[in-house]
């Protein structure tokens, strides 16, 4: 369906590129908002997504490179304007744990392994899309969701020890990992420890005294 002038409607085309289909009628008024909110985003996003490459075993300039894609074509194709794009903690941790072992200790085989992941991971989504089989997450019963995000808490802070304690970790299990920590608790850094706690009662502190602050 088409308008007067040739205009494809938003129920045509335009529906597959929605950001388009505002770009083509944005406003200038809306342009210092947009560019707070950018600031805002970019604030928090930049030093994440280097945090969760980390995590998945990748360098942090590859969260960088990956964000830039995802914010790019999200701009053009996303449907909602609320909508947080970037990584997040559950995937860049089994990521690790998927490609660690087949890695073999092999950085660029890791690199490699970890793009082919996300190649196809990202090929079933859009199968799962094309094919409308969103309705299975809601065959997800809440305490298995629940054990899930507990057990991928337990995982992440399993993975972080070395980092905020200087305790070397060694293992491709929780269970080894948490064993050779409590052995080399005797190598304990005290200044990485003292910063890791000082920075995690900030945010705590922070989180109680400005509770309306914006956070994502």
């Given at each position: 369906?088409?308008?007067?002038?040739?205009?494809?409607?938003?129920?045509?085309?335009?529906?597959?590129?929605?950001?388009?289909?505002?770009?083509?009628?944005?406003?200038?008024?809306?342009?210092?908002?947009?560019?707070?909110?950018?600031?805002?985003?970019?604030?928090?996003?930049?030093?994440?997504?280097?945090?969760?490459?980390?995590?998945?075993?990748?360098?942090?300039?590859?969260?960088?490179?990956?964000?830039?894609?995802?914010?790019?074509?999200?701009?053009?194709?996303?449907?909602?304007?609320?909508?947080?794009?970037?990584?997040?903690?559950?995937?860049?941790?089994?990521?690790?744990?998927?490609?660690?072992?087949?890695?073999a200790g092999d950085p660029a085989r890791y690199a490699a392994l970890a793009a082919a992941l996300a190649l196809v991971v990202g090929g079933?989504?859009?199968?799962?899309?094309?094919?409308?089989?969103?309705?299975?997450?809601?065959?997800?019963?809440?305490?298995?969701?629940?054990?899930?995000?507990?057990?991928?808490?337990?995982?992440?802070?399993?993975?972080?020890?070395?980092?905020?304690?200087?305790?070397?970790?060694?293992?491709?299990?929780?269970?080894?990992?948490?064993?050779?920590?409590?052995?080399?608790?005797?190598?304990?850094?005290?200044?990485?420890?003292?910063?890791?706690?000082?920075?995690?009662?900030?945010?705590?502190?922070?989180?109680?005294?400005?509770?309306?602050?914006?956070?994502?």
């Amino acid at each position: 369906m088409t308008r007067a002038g040739g205009d494809l409607s938003t129920d045509g085309a335009w529906r597959f590129a929605p950001g388009l289909h505002r770009l083509r009628h944005y406003e200038r008024a809306w342009l210092r908002p947009d560019v707070f909110s950018g600031i805002a985003v970019a604030a928090y996003l930049i030093p994440q997504v280097m945090a969760y490459a980390e995590v998945a075993g990748l360098p942090p300039v590859v969260g960088l490179w990956a964000i830039s894609a995802a914010l790019l074509v999200y701009a053009f194709l996303g449907s909602s304007r609320q909508l947080s794009v970037g990584p997040e903690s559950t995937t860049a941790l089994m990521t690790a744990v998927i490609v660690a072992p087949l890695a073999a200790g092999d950085p660029a085989r890791y690199a490699a392994l970890a793009a082919a992941l996300a190649l196809v991971v990202g090929g079933l989504c859009l199968v799962a899309w094309l094919a409308r089989l969103g309705f299975l997450a809601d065959l997800l019963s809440k305490p298995v969701l629940v054990g899930y995000l507990a057990g991928i808490a337990v995982l992440m802070i399993v993975s972080q020890l070395e980092k905020v304690t200087g305790v070397p970790v060694s293992g491709d299990e929780v269970v080894p990992q948490v064993r050779s920590f409590i052995e080399g608790l005797d190598g304990v850094h005290v200044p990485t420890v003292l910063l890791a706690t000082g920075v995690l009662v900030l945010l705590l502190v922070v989180q109680h005294r400005f509770p309306g602050r914006p956070r994502r």
